[in-house]
């Protein structure tokens, strides 16, 4: 395998590795570097912190506060000489140079370039998605949706009449992971939580659709996952519509395949993913999904010096696939491009990706989730499924630096107690009060 040219080799002093993206992928490969005297890390981030996208829908249904997923970026290598982390965005890159163009036009230069932009929604050319319907992507989609889902209930309160035309009806598009997370979620808050908050509105006329072409929940899960999600859906009073496409979707609601209107204020899209922009500028060599094709030692054929790791790769899984986008995959691909910047330095021989695969995992609700572990995918569901998505959640959290005691006791707590107790969240003096508190340094 080729050797990339470093800095170090012409005695210039550290190499200088600039990271793009401050996600799982990202900050481990910047830890692995971090207090390396023979490197320089750069990270970039336009946002200037690291989300954790796995609580996402817990924002949107304001069971935590923002500040419990958002960790900053300054703090989190305020510790670290040889780490430079900045708020920037980068609107260009020149992989042959090795360069990134910032917002304000200036320009930073590594030695190594690694990319993990992660990932943006893909409305699949739905009309009218990217307009109306909302994606849970980043925090401020995770923000937006849980305004939006207030707001709704506040109007609904203040004219009952409106839930008639869908003002208490919430569509939720997308079958996988994302989409039965956040069903149930908004589920739990609108049969449980609300009729707390506002016991005079009739919230009998609230409901949460989901809709997925696919003719199964959780596609990539076994049978039985499949089923054991549709029964726990079902449970929770969630209208599940499979093997129908959305065809539109407007401020009214959206129009299904089949000719079905459903009246919505609130439609949330989970319905797929794609490379970020970025990758679309990058002139690197995309396949499935816009995503940048890799070699297995994590470098993009033809630029020894420029990787990209996690959701915005085609990371190979050895049999002709690509692994799966899923935070374990960006944090392992991180620290082992890390690993392979630092054999590079040491004139040792990168080696390829090898990745542990702690199985596959969604959290359907209060006292549901469902696992399928390792390899072997042994498959686990209820408390038990409950335990193992929490052992690889907490050490996902450990990375960005979460306090993991607290982590562990407000997830137990979530997933063991009855949903009305959140009522209290929703009292708009306390909805920013965090609730997983953090490590000191
Ligand atoms: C709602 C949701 C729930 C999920 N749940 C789970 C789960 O339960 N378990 C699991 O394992 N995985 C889950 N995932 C997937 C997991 O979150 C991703 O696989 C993981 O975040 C990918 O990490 P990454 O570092 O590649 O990218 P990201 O985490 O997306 O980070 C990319 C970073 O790059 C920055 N960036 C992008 N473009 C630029 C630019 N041009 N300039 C500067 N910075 C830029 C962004 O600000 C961002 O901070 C979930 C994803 C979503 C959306």
């Given at each position: 395998?080729?050797?990339?040219?470093?800095?170090?080799?012409?005695?210039?002093?550290?190499?200088?590795?600039?990271?793009?993206?401050?996600?799982?992928?990202?900050?481990?490969?910047?830890?692995?570097?971090?207090?390396?005297?023979?490197?320089?890390?750069?990270?970039?981030?336009?946002?200037?912190?690291?989300?954790?996208?796995?609580?996402?829908?817990?924002?949107?249904t304001a069971e935590?506060?923002?500040?419990?997923?958002?960790?900053?970026?300054?703090?989190?290598?305020?510790?670290?000489?040889?780490?430079?982390?900045?708020?920037?965005?980068?609107?260009?890159?020149?992989?042959?140079?090795?360069?990134?163009?910032?917002?304000?036009?200036?320009?930073?230069?590594?030695?190594?370039?690694?990319?993990?932009?992660?990932?943006?929604?893909?409305?699949?050319?739905?009309?009218?998605?990217?307009?109306?319907?909302?994606?849970?992507?980043?925090?401020?989609?995770?923000?937006?949706?849980r305004?939006?889902l207030l707001?709704l209930f506040r109007?609904a309160a203040?004219?009952p009449?409106?839930v008639?035309?869908?003002?208490l009806?919430f569509?939720?598009?997308?079958?996988?992971?994302?989409?039965?997370?956040?069903?149930?979620a908004v589920a739990e808050l609108v049969h449980e939580v609300m009729p707390h908050v506002y016991p005079h509105l009739a919230v009998a006329g609230a409901k949460v659709?989901?809709?997925?072409?696919?003719?199964?929940?959780?596609?990539?899960?076994?049978?039985?996952?499949?089923?054991?999600?549709?029964?726990?859906?079902?449970?929770r009073g969630?209208?599940?519509?499979?093997?129908?496409?959305?065809?539109?979707?407007?401020?009214?609601?959206?129009?299904?395949?089949?000719?079905?209107?459903?009246?919505?204020?609130?439609?949330?899209?989970?319905?797929?993913?794609?490379?970020?922009?970025?990758?679309?500028?990058?002139?690197?060599?995309?396949?499935?999904?816009?995503?940048?094709?890799?070699?297995?030692?994590?470098?993009?054929?033809?630029?020894?010096?420029?990787?990209?790791?996690?959701?915005?790769?085609?990371?190979?899984?050895?049999?002709?696939?690509?692994?799966?986008?899923?935070?374990?995959?960006?944090?392992?691909?991180?620290?082992?491009?890390?690993?392979?910047?630092?054999?590079?330095?040491?004139?040792?021989?990168?080696?390829?990706?090898?990745?542990?695969?702690?199985?596959?995992?969604?959290?359907?609700g209060r006292?549901?989730?469902?696992?399928?572990?390792?390899?072997?995918?042994?498959?686990?569901?209820?408390?038990?499924?409950?335990?193992?998505?929490?052992?690889?959640?907490?050490?996902?959290?450990?990375?960005?630096?979460?306090?993991?005691?607290?982590?562990?006791?407000?997830?137990?707590d979530f997933?063991?107690r009855p949903a009305h107790r959140s009522a209290a969240l929703l009292d708009p003096s306390t909805i920013?009060?965090?609730?997983?508190?953090?490590?000191?340094?």
């Amino acid at each position: 395998m080729a050797r990339m040219p470093t800095s170090a080799d012409a005695a210039h002093g550290p190499t200088r590795v600039v990271i793009v993206g401050a996600g799982f992928a990202g900050v481990a490969c910047a830890r692995r570097l971090a207090g390396e005297p023979r490197a320089h890390v750069t990270i970039l981030d336009g946002r200037g912190y690291h989300q954790f996208q796995p609580l996402l829908y817990q924002i949107a249904t304001a069971e935590l506060a923002p500040r419990d997923i958002r960790f900053d970026l300054a703090e989190m290598f305020a510790r670290h000489r040889n780490v430079e982390a900045r708020t920037a965005e980068v609107v260009a890159l020149d992989p042959r140079q090795r360069t990134v163009t910032l917002a304000d036009d200036s320009t930073v230069q590594g030695d190594v370039l690694v990319l993990g932009v992660g990932a943006q929604p893909n409305f699949f050319h739905t009309p009218g998605a990217d307009t109306y319907a909302l994606p849970l992507y980043s925090l401020d989609d995770a923000e937006r949706v849980r305004t939006r889902l207030l707001e709704l209930f506040r109007d609904a309160a203040a004219k009952p009449e409106l839930v008639d035309e869908g003002a208490l009806t919430f569509v939720v598009v997308g079958g996988g992971p994302t989409g039965v997370e956040t069903a149930g979620a908004v589920a739990e808050l609108v049969h449980e939580v609300m009729p707390h908050v506002y016991p005079h509105l009739a919230v009998a006329g609230a409901k949460v659709v989901l809709v997925d072409l696919a003719h199964m929940l959780l596609t990539a899960f076994s049978d039985e996952a499949h089923t054991y999600a549709a029964r726990q859906l079902h449970r929770r009073g969630i209208d599940v519509r499979l093997g129908v496409s959305v065809r539109e979707v407007t401020d009214r609601g959206v129009t299904l395949g089949d000719g079905t209107r459903i009246p919505s204020r609130l439609v949330v899209w989970g319905g797929g993913e794609m490379a970020a922009p970025l990758a679309f500028r990058s002139g690197l060599p995309q396949g499935h999904g816009g995503r940048i094709d890799v070699h297995p030692d994590l470098t993009v054929p033809g630029f020894p010096a420029v990787y990209a790791l996690g959701d915005v790769a085609n990371v190979p899984n050895g049999d002709g696939t690509a692994l799966p986008q899923l935070g374990s995959v960006a944090q392992q691909t991180g620290d082992w491009a890390a690993g392979n910047i630092i054999a590079d330095i040491e004139g040792a021989g990168r080696q390829p990706f090898r990745y542990k695969d702690k199985g596959i995992m969604a959290m359907i609700g209060r006292k549901a989730a469902v696992a399928e572990i390792g390899p072997h995918r042994h498959e686990l569901n209820g408390r038990l499924a409950f335990a193992a998505w929490l052992g690889v959640h907490a050490q996902l959290l450990a990375n960005a630096g979460a306090e993991l005691n607290a982590f562990v006791s407000w997830a137990d707590d979530f997933y063991l107690r009855p949903a009305h107790r959140s009522a209290a969240l929703l009292d708009p003096s306390t909805i920013d009060e965090p609730r997983i508190r953090r490590s000191a340094g």
